[in-house]
C-alpha cells in the first residue's frame, strides 16, 4: 500500500479536499492525523475516515499559533512515533477583489495563513521528520501562475504564489535530510466551495447551473474538472516513497484547463 505504515499530519480537514486527503492515507495503509481549527469537521471526518479510531489522531489547530502547530506535530509522535509527511490543506480563501480597492490588513491575515502558517506547521514538524526523512506537500493553487477571469482572488493568489517560491527554498534546506518538498495546484477543483460558487451564481443569474460549470470547464482538455478526491490522489503519491526523487516541483491537477 502506498503509505503502509507512514504517518501523516494533514492540516485544514474540514468537509472538502482536507477530508479526502486524510482518507487517502488511511485508505492506502498510513495513520492520519488531522488538524483544523473546527473540533466538530475534525470528529466528522475521524469517525467518517476511520471508525474504530486506531488510524487517525485530532487536534483543533490555528496555524496562526505556533504552540496549537507544535501540538499537532506532538500529537502524532506520541501517538504513532514519527511523522512521515505534513501536507498543508488550511487556507483562508474568502477574501475576494483586486489590488486596486485591496484591504491590505485582509490581505495581511490572507499571508499569516496561507504563507506563514504552513512555514509554522512545517517547521514544528521537522524534528520528527528529519529523523528518517520524509515529505512536505503544499496546496497551491493555479491562480498563482495565471490569473482566473471568472473570480478574482488576488489576495490569496499572491499568498500562494510566494508560498510557491518559498517551496525551491525549502527544497533545497531540507533536501540533505532527505525532506521532499512538492506543491499540488489545483485549478477549478469540484468539491463543496466551486459546487457552492456554481449554485450560488446560477442563482444570481438566474441560469441553470450546468451553464455555470460549463464557463468553468470550457477551456479545460478533459471534459469535467478534478475533483478534490482527483487531488488526494496526486497528493498521496507525491506523500509516499514512490515520489522519492520528486522535490521542488509544482504539479497542475486542473483537467488541461493550463498546460506548462
Same mark, same amino acid.
Not at 511523522?83 to 491575515?109: C, K, M, P, Q, T
Not at 489576495?155 to 535530510?177: D, F, N, R, W
Given at each position: 500500500?502506498?503509505?503502509? &505504515?507512514? !504517518?501523516? $499530519? ?5 468537509? &472538502?479536499?482536507? /477530508?479526502?486527503?486524510?482518507? *487517502?492515507?488511511?485508505? +492506502? ?25 486506531? /488510524? ?5 489547530? +490555528?496555524? !496562526? ?5 507544535? @501540538?499537532? *506535530? ?13 501536507? /498543508?490543506? @488550511? ?11 485591496? +484591504?491590505?490588513?485582509?490581505? #495581511? ?45 488576488? *489576495?490569496? @493568489? @499572491? ?17 540533505? /535530510? #532527505?525532506?521532499? $518538498? ?24 438566474? $441560469? ?5 460549470? &460549463?464557463?468553468? !470547464? ?23 516513497? #514512490? ?18
Amino acid at each position: 500500500m502506498l503509505l503502509a &505504515g507512514k !504517518t501523516v $499530519v494533514v492540516s485544514g480537514v474540514g468537509p &472538502g479536499l482536507g /477530508h479526502r486527503v486524510a482518507a *487517502a492515507v488511511v485508505r +492506502d495503509g498510513g495513520n492520519a492525523v488531522l488538524g483544523a481549527r473546527a473540533a466538530a469537521n475534525l470528529e466528522r471526518s475521524a469517525a467518517e475516515i476511520d471508525p474504530d479510531g486506531r /488510524h487517525t489522531a485530532s487536534l483543533p489547530t +490555528d496555524i !496562526t499559533d505556533e504552540e496549537r502547530c507544535g @501540538a499537532l *506535530a506532538a500529537l502524532a509522535v506520541e501517538r504513532f512515533g514519527r511523522i512521515d509527511a505534513v501536507v /498543508h490543506v @488550511a487556507a483562508l480563501d474568502n477574501h475576494f477583489g483586486g489590488v486596486e480597492d485591496a +484591504d491590505l490588513d485582509a490581505w #495581511r491575515s490572507v499571508l499569516d495563513v496561507n504563507l506563514l502558517g504552513t512555514l509554522r506547521m512545517t517547521r514544528a514538524c521537522l524534528p520528527a521528520l528529519k529523523e528518517r526523512g520524509g515529505a512536505v506537500v503544499i496546496i497551491g493553487t493555479q491562480s498563482a501562475v495565471a490569473a482566473p477571469t471568472q473570480v478574482r482572488q488576488a *489576495a490569496y @493568489a @499572491a499568498s500562494k504564489g510566494a508560498l510557491t517560491s518559498a517551496m525551491y527554498s525549502l527544497a533545497q534546506e531540507l533536501g540533505p /535530510h #532527505r525532506i521532499r $518538498v512538492n506543491t499540488v495546484l489545483p485549478g477549478w477543483m469540484w468539491g463543496p466551495p466551486v459546487q457552492g460558487f456554481v449554485r450560488a451564481t446560477a442563482r444570481r443569474e438566474g $441560469v441553470p447551473e450546468a451553464e455555470v460549470l &460549463g464557463r468553468l !470547464t470550457e477551456r479545460m482538455a478533459l471534459p469535467e474538472p478534478a475533483t478534490d478526491g482527483d487531488v488526494a490522489e496526486a497528493v498521496a503519491f507525491l506523500a509516499s516513497d #514512490r515520489a522519492r526523487a520528486i522535490t521542488g516541483q509544482s504539479l497542475l491537477v486542473n483537467a488541461g484547463e493550463l498546460m506548462r
